[in-house]
């Protein structure tokens, strides 16, 4: 009798429901500051960063050279199918793991400082931009070639997800101790003023035993070890380390932010362990910190982020507003303006807002500029000192050499060089910037300009969420936007949108006006040309230099980028998710203009909203009125047609073709219809 053939046996499927995200799956972050004074423990994380970035490095060629082989073989993609090449050439998310797990092992030192599962999150983020080369978005649009970063772009080492199914499993970073037991240590009084020192003593693991909960054999209640998760003290992140190493644990003390509103939101994130998902070790930039570098402790946590009594209170008032408005972004200004959702003027009037930068906040930003310009000026003598073979005497410096060989005097040594850089016959520099020698001032320097750049940063995306704020609290959150691309305008105007920064304010507003319950809808400027057409149905042709509205037809005179916004209000879709579906309803906004009268013509002319008690720096709204604005010197003299500035389209022969209509009439609706964004 034959015996059969043992089969293999795999792991059946799991029994126990699937676990899911709660709160639909929202996540929020809150950085944690760690406090890293002791040079051993500093030490120990700069290498663990420079292990990770080995893994990277490695993982990233070798994803690299997959990629080059996949777009080579195209003869073999035609015969065999993209995914057949994909799996030979083992560009999948399993098999750069496997890349990742090779290197580890066969570079015996980084086991000293990594583990199997940080090499493996880092590929799982190789992966991540392969993916977004590989396979187009829903629109088409495919990222560039994966590349391989710098060293000081290397800023993040991805920990994994704790298990909420089975205790006790964390397999990176971990964070330890409770918020009670933080506050008992560093607490001064009950009014929970955090004290925390400069150096902050380490947590120690828990030693003696601790009850399992269990009955021994013996009658006697089970006992085990004391571990990590046994301690309630003070917060701190604790990474084992590689599993080669012989350091123990890397334990680094969690500092919680201290200030104004600070304590809130700590209890709303530390609160509840068991929200606790995971934890990214993160390094910044800080020139005045020993070694250049700062350690900050990212922690995901399962639920909605936090948000102040003031914001929430400000969201809720927002929400009860039963209006509509229109947006329209621009260079130098952001105009707003909204009508009631039922055009009854007995419940409400139009209002009108206008964002554009204050006095302080000029002055701020040419204040930073110059420093900008010192900080550079101040870089490149650097440079050229470090390296002065490596540049030419500028026409001045040879001027003065010529005239004292020409006396007899003898020349004079030249510490930084003026003149361009030194270039073989083909104009190719001699040597190349990144083989330079650079002084510890400069990266100094370099770092002060990096920390610069991160605050700026900072401050307008601040700025930005406290307008957004209060857009939406004077107009409501159910806003209409022109969908415009902001690179082309970057090419028209430039680093001017740096100051003003319109597409981060409309991101903001997009993301306020989903928190109070609204939504922000975008629409094509190609469908509508709402800065050609006046409210009541007639198109007034302007060009980008023509900052005023008037109307020959109506009579109504008004800023141009408010009557824009008005016009918004009134564009329907036939599909809110395609903004080239977008249409300008003429009639009703027709009917708003003769029901709302001198009231709609004093918002287009100026704003009619009154400052909020903003933050400092945040923007003005209320803004007096301005007749002329100047515009760029290149307005006007380009031959393609802008989304602001719409122009016929000529065909073969020279002749202009027929543009399409941009404005649908729509039955005439009554005073109490509501205005829906959809039709």
């Avoid at 397999?171 to 240590?185: A, K, Y």
């Amino acid at each position: 009798m034959v015996q059969a053939a043992r089969t293999r046996r795999f792991r059946g499927k799991n029994k126990a429901p699937k676990w899911t995200r709660p709160d639909d799956g929202m996540m929020s972050v809150m950085v944690l500051p760690l406090a890293v004074t002791d040079p051993a423990d500093r030490d120990r994380l700069e290498k663990l960063f420079g292990a990770m970035w080995s893994v990277k490095r490695a993982v990233q060629r070798d994803a690299r050279a997959k990629v080059d082989a996949y777009w080579a073989a195209r003869r073999e993609r035609d015969r065999d199918g993209a995914k057949a090449v994909r799996q030979r050439l083992g560009l999948s998310r399993e098999a750069l793991e496997r890349c990742a797990y090779r290197h580890l092992e066969n570079a015996g030192h980084l086991k000293h400082h990594v583990s199997k599962a940080l090499a493996m999150h880092m590929a799982d983020e190789v992966w991540n931009g392969v993916q977004r080369h590989l396979f187009a978005d829903t629109s088409g649009k495919r990222s560039g070639r994966p590349k391989v970063r710098r060293w000081h772009d290397f800023t993040r080492i991805p920990g994994r997800a704790r298990s909420h199914t089975t205790a006790n499993k964390w397999e990176t970073f971990r964070l330890v101790g409770t918020l009670h037991g933080h506050t008992m240590d560093y607490c001064a009084d009950a009014q929970r003023t955090l004290t925390q020192p400069l150096r902050m003593p380490k947590p120690t693991v828990p030693t003696g035993t601790v009850p399992t909960g269990k009955v021994a054999a013996s009658g006697k209640p089970g006992m085990r070890k004391a571990t990590w998760w046994d301690h309630t003290g003070p917060l701190a992140v604790v990474f084992t380390g590689g599993p080669d190493s012989s350091r123990g644990d890397l334990v680094l003390p969690v500092r919680l932010p201290q200030g104004a509103g600070q304590w809130a939101r700590a209890e709303h994130f530390l609160g509840d362990p068991g929200r606790w998902h995971k934890v990214d070790l993160v390094r910044r930039r800080k020139s005045s910190a020993p070694g250049g570098w700062v350690y900050e402790a990212h922690l995901t946590v399962l639920g909605p982020g936090y948000a102040s009594p003031a914001v929430r209170r400000m969201r809720q008032q927002a929400a009860q507003l039963n209006r509509i408005g229109g947006v329209d972004g621009n260079v130098s200004n952001l105009s707003v303006v909204s009508f009631p959702a039922s055009l009854d003027p007995a419940e409400g009037r139009a209002k009108s807002s206008e964002i554009t930068l204050t006095r302080e906040e000029k002055a701020r930003l040419e204040r930073e500029a110059r420093k900008r310009r010192g900080r550079a000026r101040a870089l490149e003598r650097s440079r050229r000192a470090t390296n002065a073979a490596q540049y030419r005497l500028s026409k001045k410096q040879q001027h003065r050499a010529e005239r004292r060989a020409a006396g007899g005097l003898p020349e004079k040594k030249v510490t930084v060089p003026g003149g361009a850089r030194t270039t073989r016959d083909d104009g190719v520099p001699r040597r190349a910037f990144r083989r330079d020698r650079l002084s510890a001032d400069y990266r100094r320097m370099r770092a002060r300009q990096a920390e610069t750049t991160v605050g700026a940063a900072e401050h307008r995306r601040h700025r930005a969420r406290a307008v957004a704020r209060e857009i939406i609290t004077a107009h409501g959150p159910n806003l209409v936007a022109e969908d415009c691309d902001i690179r082309t305008w970057y090419k028209l105007w430039g680093k001017r949108l740096s100051q003003t920064t319109p597409s981060m304010l409309i991101n903001a507003l997009d993301k306020e006006c989903r928190a109070a319950g609204g939504r922000l809808v975008r629409a094509s400027t190609w469908t509508t040309a709402l800065s050609q057409y006046c409210l009541c149905g007639e198109r007034v042709t302007k060009t980008l230099r023509d900052r005023e509205h008037r109307c020959t037809s109506c009579g109504l005179v008004g800023k141009r980028d408010l009557v824009s916004a008005a016009l918004a209000v009134f564009v329907r879709f036939k599909d809110t998710g395609a903004p080239e579906t977008a249409y300008l309803d003429a009639v009703l906004s027709r009917h708003a203009q003769i029901i709302f009268a001198t009231g709609l013509e004093e918002a287009l002319r100026e704003s009619t909203t009154p400052r909020q008690n903003t933050p400092r720096g945040t923007g003005h709204v209320a803004v007096p009125c301005q007749r002329a604005t100047s515009a760029h010197r290149t307005a006007g003299k380009r031959r393609r047609a802008t989304p602001d500035e719409p122009r016929p389209v000529r065909d073969r022969t020279g002749k202009p073709a027929p543009a399409p209509r941009a404005i649908h009439s729509s039955p005439l609706v009554n005073r109490g219809s509501s205005l829906n964004m959809q039709t």
